[in-house]
């Protein structure tokens, strides 16, 4: 077992600093950090599987390796693992926040979290932070008092957090961290898998898709597929994303457990809105090709998904309402053209957008003009949002939502593209795929396999005595 000595010392710091605060402070939380002496080179998730607090929270940002230099921006590779609740904002609290946010001083750095349907996030500060920056490890502690505790306990949408756990001192919150950090093999024995919808099914909307768009009801709808994987036992959402994050490139990580047989996953390539001070970066991804562990074959693949007619519809469709929607945030546009963004086993044309946000737009004003875009809803959203309420047959919640992490200075939102929702022995995993009018249900449902093919892989791995069925 791999414990870690920096951890302990940097522990050590937090518990004498928290022992100085000064009784009578009158700030409600006051935010302290030790810097620790140590850097292992650990997997985050890896280490908040072994912690006993929820709940836990994993984010990781994007590096924009293969984005010119002009829309790189500042690329740096932070991770966060967070652990308890030292504030939760949400609905008119988050709003009111998030405008008094902008423009001000304050430092603290929230975690993002929206479902598909909702133009609101939850906003919530961890009490515990273990954040990585250009390979130097910081812990945190939000340390919250005891009378203010009261409003920490309940999060929306999700089982509460146990009040024992809510009601402890930041002492004793962190004498419970385990300084443990290697990572347990996955164990998951697969039993059965359902498709919501069924290839059939899927066969059908996408007929009834089409027809709509023949009748100009709209040009383009974002169909998704929910895939239930049953288990013989229940399966831990931060040891799945501890093994699922080696087989992922350039991308959004988010995780966020409640209890230990509860828990969302996001592994997105798809930036919704990145603002540094004003200036925002926003992006338009859509379609999608595979790729080849063959060089030529692969740039080949990436050549034909440019010039493909179907897929650049589908991307111009994204590409359209993106520049509509920034009108009403900003004057200025800069666009730097199309390009691919490679995954593991896909790679999708993306085109980055840059704008100076007018005075006054916060990030829930972003939020609610920009999502959900036509990569995820289609295109009028109104009458595509409209087809999806009537015909998709499970409900999205936090697949096709936001995620990500806010603060006065800077904010970055992923939209939680390529998500599993894990409660008890069950894995939801999720995918979608555009539809325009001249789409192939066939060829649509093998991309939603494909789409999940990560995680798919994982479970077959553990279970390789009876492969999963490829439904593809
Ligand atoms: C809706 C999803 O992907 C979107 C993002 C990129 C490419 C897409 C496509 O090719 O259809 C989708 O618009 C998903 O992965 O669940």
Redesign the pocket.
């Known amino acids: 077992m791999r414990f870690s000595p920096g951890l302990k010392a940097g522990i050590a710091s937090l518990k004498s600093q928290l022992l100085q605060r000064s009784p009578d402070s009158n700030e409600a939380m006051q935010t302290i950090t030790a810097i620790l002496p140590e850097t292992p080179e650990v997997s985050l998730p890896g280490w908040l599987y072994r912690q006993q607090v929820y709940p836990k929270l994993y984010w990781s940002s994007r590096i924009d390796e293969s984005a010119s230099d002009e829309f790189r921006g500042e690329t740096r590779d932070v991770e966060v693992a967070g652990l308890g609740v030292a504030m939760v904002r949400t609905g008119d609290d988050a709003r009111a926040f998030l405008a008094s946010l902008a423009g001000s001083d304050c430092r603290k750095q929230y975690y993002w979290l929206s479902t598909f349907d909702n133009d609101t996030p939850v906003l919530i500060l961890p009490r515990i932070e273990l954040l990585k920056q250009q390979g130097h490890f910081l812990l945190r502690v939000n340390a919250v008092d005891r009378a203010n505790l009261s409003g920490a306990v309940h999060l929306p949408g999700y089982t509460p957090i146990p009040q024992w756990m809510a009601d402890l001192r930041d002492q004793d919150l962190l004498s419970l961290l385990s300084g443990q950090f290697d990572t347990p093999e996955l164990d998951i024995e697969y039993e059965r898998r359902i498709d919501q919808p069924n290839h059939e099914t899927w066969r059908e909307l996408v007929g009834q898709a089409k027809a709509c768009i023949s009748a100009r009801d709209f040009e383009k709808v974002?169909l998704?597929r929910e895939t239930r994987v049953f288990c013989a036992k229940q399966t831990d959402a931060m040891l799945l994303a501890a093994h699922w994050q080696q087989s992922v490139e350039s991308c959004y990580q988010f995780v966020f457990q409640t209890s230990s047989d509860n828990g969302f996953i996001s592994f997105?390539?798809?930036r919704l809105f990145r603002r540094t001070g004003c200036h925002l970066d926003t992006e338009a991804?859509?379609?999608?090709a595979m790729r080849s562990c063959d060089r030529d074959q692969d740039h080949e693949l990436g050549q034909q998904l440019l010039l493909d007619e179907k897929?650049t519809r589908?991307?111009r469709l994204?590409v359209e309402d993106i520049l509509e929607k920034l009108g009403g945030l900003s004057d200025a546009v800069s666009q730097s053209g199309r390009g691919l963004w490679k995954q593991k086993h896909?790679q999708?044309?993306i085109y980055p957008l840059r704008a100076k946000l007018h005075t006054g737009i916060d990030d829930h004003r972003i939020l609610a003009a920009l999502h959900p875009t036509?990569?995820?809803a289609g295109s009028p959203a109104r009458v595509a949002r409209d087809f999806l309420t009537l015909h998709e047959p499970f409900r999205r919640n936090w697949?096709?939502g936001t995620h990500g992490c806010v603060s006065a200075s800077k904010t970055e939102i992923a939209?939680s593209?390529?998500?599993a929702q894990i409660v008890k022995n069950e894995i939801k995993l999720?995918?979608?795929?555009?539809?325009v009018a001249q789409s192939d249900a066939d060829a649509?449902w093998s991309?939603?396999e494909q789409?999940i093919r990560a995680p798919l892989e994982l479970i077959h791995r553990c279970h390789a005595l009876s492969p999963i069925p490829s439904l593809a």
């Open positions: 974002v998704a997105s390539p798809e991804l859509a379609g999608t897929n589908e991307h994204v896909i999708h044309l036509a990569a995820i697949y096709a939209v593209l390529r998500a999720f995918s979608g795929a555009g539809i649509e991309e939603l789409k």
